[in-house]
């Protein structure tokens, strides 16, 4: 019998974090485990704490195995507090150790005892924070799991708040059960469990941005506020001051223009809401493909930080390959995020895999797909999350976060990819997204530009974005006005012209604006357009061409320009009819008239000499 063996069980937490017994490798199939955990949560814990329970079944494979001693070791994001720990013969008092980025919990087992098919059961009840967040719309679960060995078994129950009938949206990986007021996960073999309850997330958008212009002549700059994307719908509140000009650019990004002065400085403010959902929105659908099949050409334009040194090993032209592979070759360096050390490339992070932050997973996955031919680009923005070693953020400066889109060909939809958090959580973020991503700017045709919210700083430091989870909404306000302007000469086939100008002065992205335009006393080329994309803020000018009734010398044309039943402008336009062409040149209609009378008598009078 081999006394004063100390069997420690391994479990992987996320990315090399461990939530398990150590035991020797040798010993590794000496026992099997039983493991049953419940959650507890509770929808109003000011303190984000929740409430586990642990029975861990430990049976001897081995007739001489004594187990004594069990060390749990958790996350620091995931502390814990109040624990209780016991086995047959009474409680056990935890040892608990603080490591830099984890909680080492060690018991010395007062049940150990040897024999084939003996049983050892360690029970557990702690306060455990960050299992559990109800901020804004949803509620969200995340548990780290115990990586089991073989002939293991695992299950996770959590116990819903009552009476709150929360649906659940989003699980990862499915439940086996669930019900109003609980999911069950039996026998999971994976490293993390999340789930989500509600339809959308929303959030508050509070964003500085600081541009200068250090010339002593007039120039522009472009900043990019939050855009609306298939996954995301922003509602803006304020713009202060408001854009020069709004203006979408070919990635789809929402861009506001500033003029400034030599030596001037502007600080602009931008509130608003995101909404962020899971399931692609069907009205921004039509504007996507129609984006794409002009964007999809420069896909493959060369970029400095999205090129490799020579071909990619992944000969398959299947994005899933792509993304696996830059989540097997790269490590997340957790120091490196700190620092806040420059952006890399896909060059440069390969020759220093151990070094890659998010930015240096999306450009090997984007570097290596584009060579077979698929259409990826980056999306930059910001990340919720409150376990920093499983989905690493930061929320003490503005360090953003960065992730990937693919063009799904068969569907004509962007679908969005995080093969950074899949690295450090072991979360499937590949099949399914989550409701913590919030875009600032999309990078397709360039890999570097447009710089999105937090890139404008007046200084080093400092804190310019400012976002919160809201159960609150804003109410969308959809208007659209007209204004009409006309050339006073016609063309040279007669045709009047006119500058219809049409401005969203609502607070939301509107699609396949209709607007109809009908002339009294006058015949128009075009009386029905379709707009199909309009900011807020955002203007539209259309030339169209109309011909006036017959008129001795003007003709009142009164027009009415409406959408989708409503009329936006009614406006009457005094035409100069006695303006006419002949062969390219502008002649008054009366001269004309006075010219074949004067022709006419000469013929006349000619005909009466003869």
Not at 243 to 268: A, C, H, W
Not at 384 to 389: D, H, I, Y
Not at 398 to 418: A, G, Q, R, T
Not at 432 to 458: C, E, M, Q, R, W
Request: hydrophobic share 35%; proline share 6%; charged share 20%.
């Amino acid at each position: 019998m081999r006394e004063n063996l100390i069997v420690r069980i391994l479990g992987s937490i996320l990315a090399g974090v461990f939530l398990c017994f150590l035991i020797p490798s040798a010993y590794a199939a000496d026992f099997k485990t039983s493991y049953n955990i419940e959650y507890f949560i509770k929808d109003n814990d000011p303190q984000n704490l929740t409430k586990a329970s642990y029975s861990i079944k430990l049976t001897n494979l081995k007739p001489d195995l004594i187990l004594k001693k069990f060390t749990l070791i958790l996350p620091k994001s995931f502390g814990i507090g109040n624990m209780i720990a016991k086995d047959f013969r009474g409680t056990i008092l935890p040892v608990i150790v603080e490591k830099e980025r984890t909680v080492e919990v060690s018991f010395e087992l007062n049940d150990a005892k040897a024999g084939l098919n003996e049983v050892t059961i360690l029970y557990l009840d702690f306060l455990q924070k960050n299992i559990f967040r109800s901020k804004g719309s949803i509620w969200e679960v995340f548990i780290p799991t115990i990586e089991n060995k073989e002939g293991d078994t695992y299950s996770v129950t959590v116990n819903l708040p009552p009476g709150r009938n929360k649906k659940l949206s989003l699980a990862k990986p499915l439940p086996d059960l669930v019900t109003f007021d609980k999911a069950v996960w039996n026998n999971y073999t994976g490293k993390s469990i999340y789930a989500a309850f509600g339809d959308q997330q929303r959030y508050t958008l509070d964003l500085t941005y600081h541009i200068t212009n250090p010339n002593i002549y007039k120039v522009y700059t472009d900043v990019a506020f939050p855009p609306d994307t298939l996954y995301q719908k922003i509602i803006v509140n304020s713009i202060i001051p408001p854009p020069d000009l709004v203006f979408t650019d070919s990635d789809g990004n929402y861009m506001g223009r500033y003029y400034l002065n030599g030596k001037e400085d502007k600080q602009i403010l931008f509130t608003g809401i995101a909404s962020i959902y899971t399931q692609p929105r069907n009205e921004y659908r039509a504007y996507i493909k129609k984006q794409f099949s002009e964007l999809q050409k420069s896909l493959f334009d060369q970029q400095n930080y999205w090129k490799l040194n020579g071909e990619t090993p992944i000969t398959s032209s299947n994005i899933k390959d792509h993304f696996d592979y830059a989540i097997r070759t790269l490590t997340y360096n957790f120091n490196r995020v700190i620092k806040g050390n420059s952006r890399m490339g896909a060059i440069e992070a390969l020759k220093y895999p151990d070094q890659a932050v998010c930015t240096e997973f999306s450009d090997v996955l984007i570097s290596s797909a584009r060579q077979r031919g698929i259409y990826v680009r980056e999306a930059q923005g910001f990340a919720f999350a409150n376990e920093q070693e499983l989905r690493p953020i930061s929320q003490e400066s503005d360090i953003l976060h960065s992730w990937v889109e693919y063009y799904d060909v068969s569907k004509n939809i962007w679908v969005p990819i995080d093969p950074t958090w899949q690295n450090t959580s072991g979360l499937d973020y590949f099949d399914s997204f989550d409701f913590n991503h919030i875009v600032f700017a999309l990078h397709g045709k360039k890999a570097d530009y447009p710089f999105p919210a937090g890139s404008y700083k007046s200084g080093p430091g400092g804190k310019d974005i400012r976002i919160e989870p809201t159960s609150s909404n804003l109410a969308e306000n959809k208007k659209i006005s007209a204004t009409l302007t006309s050339m006073p000469l016609p063309s040279e086939n007669e045709l009047f012209s006119l500058d219809l100008e049409i401005k969203n002065e609502g607070n939301v992205n509107v699609w396949e604006v209709p607007v109809s335009v009908t002339a009294d006393n006058a015949t128009i080329d075009t009386t029905l357009l379709v707009i199909p994309h309009l900011l807020p803020g955002e203007k539209q000018k259309i030339s169209l061409h109309f011909k006036p009734k017959s008129a001795l010398f003007y003709q009142d044309v009164q027009f009415t320009v409406s959408s989708e039943n409503k009329q936006l402008l009614v406006k009457t336009i005094q035409v100069p009819t006695f303006i006419t062409t002949f062969k390219g040149y502008l002649v008054p209609a009366v001269c004309i008239t006075a010219g074949l009378i004067i022709l006419f008598l000469l013929f006349r009078k000619r005909s009466d000499e003869e």
